[in-house]
């Protein structure tokens, strides 16, 4: 125990007591979206002939049955596991020869199919589609290798999308969003001073083939990935992404965390934070979470990122602040309200252990899966003088009073007007009013026209649209995040102007009909095909192929769009 918190082993026999010499480290977690007392982990077991090690857990982790060896005549490491929304366990891990398996699970991880074959490589990862999109079920699967595995049957076949870099640079982690878009996050390498974010519209879509990645972005992590030093001679943090699935004000952000070497010499290891508000193009410089004093010389290694539901992000990672030799670790735990903007003070979590116990590395990764509770986490450690693997449920505490935030609010000892889990008291007051935003709103002292969850009085609203500008949308992908966006009649991919109206809005009431037809015609007349000197007017505001003149090459176009867009204001939004 530490503290609130009490960790539970996992990989343990029939009667519950630690397997001596099992070598067990890497552990992955995965918990059903439809029942969150069923949980499966798995992880690599070092020293036995082969196979997949996986437990599960029918009690939200409190106690822990042993599923077995998966494959046990062959040797394989690096598992991911995850779960579809509709409670389907997936468990994926390769072979000696980089050849990956997925097992599947319908019963919570009792019992487990044998394994579908996918290309894969080293540090494969794995991201499960459980958006109502048309992505939805999708099962995505990355490694540093020069192609990504898609499945749209639930695991029984896959195709690849072969790259090339800097395209996808064989990402460490991956995540979809909100819209059923792909992301995946890499470095160049051990060493990278940056990450390359890479992004894809068309995975989700089940007849693109081949898909691809439209968008990368290079984004400064404050720091280098590292391989080795004191607390392990393996890798010291791989980069994790995550987006807010959330419906609060940032939902659909794309976040990244990382252990990296700063550029200060006294200062090994820190976890570092950037955040994105635009789909991954542009980045927030990079924030410290840990607290500890700059230049200790203390490794916070193995950073780990999930987000909850209600939009909070947590994060953990082992660190040695407490030993100057750097040998003794001991997990801590941190958590934001506000996207990443404030994070709360480091709480130790787990006992101290020591990392260096073997000459062996502690694995590669830790796992932890969030929910509007808390956290659950898989993490490996020595308590036993070996490597286990442990499973905790973290949960915040923002008022510090020692319970954590779901138990004041059932007790009553802290108020939730808004039921979203966390105490008012601890939640944004933009107006100073002493009162929780969602408080003020559901009270309607303080308007939110937009829904967002921000009073209208509190937001910078650069374009005037009545949308925050941090939160506005770009449905159609064209690099403008502004409230013409959420134009219900103009079609994805209608050209633009650069405010991100649609060009053949005339008489710019946000939708594309029969008054705007109107106007072309009228401008057609007036100059017709071909003619220059036209009014004003007509240029840009029906010129859609934007060679500067109003002519029958605009009409074809308004002709197009007007079969996929709804006559007149007033009529429903189009399908």
């Known amino acids: ?81 995850r779960a579809d929304a509709d409670g389907r366990f997936f468990y994926f891990s390769i072979r000696h020869n980089f050849l990956g398996g997925l097992f599947r699970s319908t019963d919570g991880g009792e019992t487990w199919m044998p394994p579908v074959d996918a290309l894969s490589g080293d540090k494969p990862w794995m991201a499960v589609d459980q958006t109502s999109t048309v992505g939805r079920g999708n099962l995505y699967i990355v490694a540093r290798s020069p192609y990504v595995a898609r499945s749209t049957d639930g695991g029984d076949s896959f195709s690849y999308y072969y790259f090339q870099e800097p395209e996808f640079p064989g990402a460490w982690t991956i995540a979809v969003d909100t819209q059923g878009r792909l992301y995946g996050a890499g470095g160049q390498g051990l060493g990278a001073t940056s990450i ?56 659909g952000r794309a976040y990244l965390l990382a252990s990296v070497d700063p550029p200060d010499p006294e200062d090994p290891l820190d976890v570092m934070f950037c955040r994105s508000h635009d789909g991954g193009r542009t980045w927030s410089p990079p924030r410290r979470i840990n607290d500890d004093a700059p230049g200790s010389g203390a490794w916070q290694w193995f950073g780990t990122l999930s987000v909850a539901p209600n939009g909070r992000v947590d994060a953990i990672w082992n660190d040695t602040r407490n030993d100057p030799d750097g040998e003794i670790s001991e997990l801590v735990y941190s958590f934001s309200y506000d996207g990443g903007e404030t994070w709360s003070a480091n709480e130790a979590v787990s006992p101290p252990f020591n990392s260096r116990i073997s000459p062996i590395k502690l694995g590669d990764y830790y796992d932890m899966h969030s929910d509007d509770r808390g956290a659950v986490v898989a993490y490996a450690a020595t308590f036993n003088g070996e490597h286990d693997i442990y499973f905790v449920r973290l949960t915040p505490d923002c008022n510090r009073n020692g319970v954590d935030d779901y138990q004041d609010i ?112 009228r401008c057609l007349r007036l100059g017709g095909p071909g003619a220059a000197g036209l009014p004003a007017v007509c240029v840009p505001a029906v010129d859609l192929d934007v060679d500067r003149d109003v002519d029958l090459a605009d009409v074809a176009v308004f002709q197009r769009v007007m079969t996929r867009a709804c006559p007149d204001p007033g009529y429903p939004p189009c399908p």
């Open 1 to 81: 125990m530490r503290g609130r918190f009490t960790s539970i082993q996992v990989n343990v026999d029939h009667t519950g007591a630690n397997i001596p010499g099992d070598v067990a480290d890497e552990p992955s977690l995965a918990v059903d979206p439809t029942n969150a007392d069923r949980i499966v982990v798995g992880w690599v077991q070092r020293y036995c002939v082969g196979g997949a090690p996986v437990a599960y857990s029918t009690d939200g982790g409190g106690t822990w049955t042993g599923g077995g060896l998966l494959d046990p005549l062959t040797p394989r490491s690096d598992p991911i596991v």
């Open 196 to 251: 390359i974010v890479s992004r894809s519209s068309d995975a989700r879509d089940p007849q693109a083939l081949p898909f691809g990645f439209n968008q990368q972005t290079e984004v400064d992590i404050g720091g280098t990935v590292r391989h080795g030093g004191i607390p392990s001679p393996g890798l010291l943090g791989q980069v994790w992404l995550a987006v807010d699935h959330a419906g609060g004000p940032c939902r």
């Open 410 to 521: 059932v007790a009553g000892a802290v108020a939730d007007c808004s039921g979203n889990g966390i105490p008012d008291e601890c939640e944004a007051d933009c107006n100073h009013n002493g009162g929780a935003d969602s408080c003020d709103i559901l009270a309607g002292t303080s308007p939110d026209l937009t829904g967002n969850g921000i009073p209208d009085e509190c937001e910078a609203d650069v374009d005037a649209d009545g949308l925050p500008d941090e939160c506005d949308d770009d449905a159609d992908e064209d690099g403008i995040p502004l409230g013409a966006d959420v134009c219900e009649y103009a079609p994805v991919g209608f050209p633009r102007l650069a405010d991100g109206r649609p060009v053949a809005d005339a008489n710019q009431n946000c939708v594309i009909d029969q008054i705007d037809y109107r106007a072309l015609a």
